[in-house]
């Protein structure tokens, strides 16, 4: 198929870009790298009447160390830039190893980092990763900017908080606190297909090396990034033991996650890849916090 009739505007500003979409409103849809807007509107599944071409917008593609310690991203960023900085590398690990599992490199090289999170697919890894490190998404439009925490943005299946005068134009990644590990992992019927199931982990130790506070969210068993907030809890204040760990990862199996059948996988095989991703990925995470990894 093809899409339904749409007229195209290619603004060379931010705030060129914004003035269009403060006129059009619900009628226009930003365009970033297309890797999913496009095949939808091909499909007849979205069917903007207007598109707002950001990708001659210069200013919004950058990678940019942050004064904390973190790293800034400009939403029109490749994704492949993002996979092969050496500062991503360095200060957000987690994203580093995320990004080579996001599809097949021609797609993360149109590909941006900021489309992925506005597109707000629940299969993604991006949106996932980017509630784990709690990355403060900067929100544009005529009017102001606005920030919004990663916990706040996703609303639910490919929905955030984005107005339609608005657009995500930064991605701000802290770094992570000392003593504190992180893990990605997920299962994929073949490379670079979308997960069935994945985590992103991380796992903060005090003094007395006892889990201080940790964190799983998962994505691919549910509308958005699902957090694993009674796991979590269950590891408060403990010694990061096996035991502990596989008691944690049953809490988040029964009671965390609510996966649905498709075609892909069961509800119960979903629930059993969170038993599974849960145990491995907060062990590594607690390995790396102890620096035993």
């Known amino acids: ?53 950001l990708n001659n917008i210069a200013e919004l593609s950058y990678i940019r160390p942050a004064k904390d310690g973190g790293v800034l991203v400009g939403a029109m960023t490749r994704q492949r830039q ?39 697919d629940p299969s993604a890894e991006l949106p996932a990763v980017s509630v784990a490190l709690n990355a403060r998404f900067r929100v544009r439009s005529q009017s102001g ?23 995500l134009v930064e ?11 992180w893990s990605f992992m997920e299962v994929a019927r073949r490379h670079h297909d979308f997960a069935l199931v994945g985590v992103a982990a991380t796992v ?27 796991a979590a809890e269950a590891l408060r204040g403990q010694a990061l033991t096996p035991e502990a760990i596989r008691e944690a990862a049953e809490v988040a199996a029964r009671d965390d996650v609510d996966p649905s059948n498709d075609i892909n996988a069961s509800a119960e095989y979903r629930r059993h890849l969170v038993r599974v991703l849960s ?15």
Not at 100 to 119: C, D, E, L, V
């Open 204 to 230: 903060a130790l005090d003094g007395k090396d006892q889990c201080q506070q940790a964190r799983m969210v998962f994505f691919s068993v549910g509308d958005g990034p699902v957090e694993g907030r009674q």
């Open 1 to 53: 198929m093809k899409p339904a009739p749409f007229k195209y505007l290619a603004p060379t500003t931010l705030a060129e870009a914004l003035a269009h979409l403060a006129k059009h409103g619900y009628e226009a849809k930003p365009l970033a790298g297309g890797q999913s807007l496009v095949p939808m509107m091909n499909f007849r599944l979205a069917q903007p009447s207007m598109l707002v071409d």
């Open 82 to 120: 993002v996979e092969h900085d050496p500062l991503i590398a360095e200060r957000v690990p987690m994203v580093h190893e995320a990004m080579p599992k996001i599809a097949y490199p021609q797609i993360r090289t149109r590909g941006t980092f900021g489309g992925s999170m506005a597109h707000a």
């Open 279 to 293: 145990r491995r990925a907060l062990t590594e995470a607690a390995e790396r916090a102890r620096g035993t990894r």
């Open 145 to 167: 900017e606005r920030w919004v925490p990663a916990g706040e943005f996703f609303q639910g299946f490919f929905t955030t908080v984005l107005q339609p005068n608005e657009l």
């Open 171 to 181: 991605v701000a990644l802290p770094a992570l606190p000392p003593r504190t590990g």
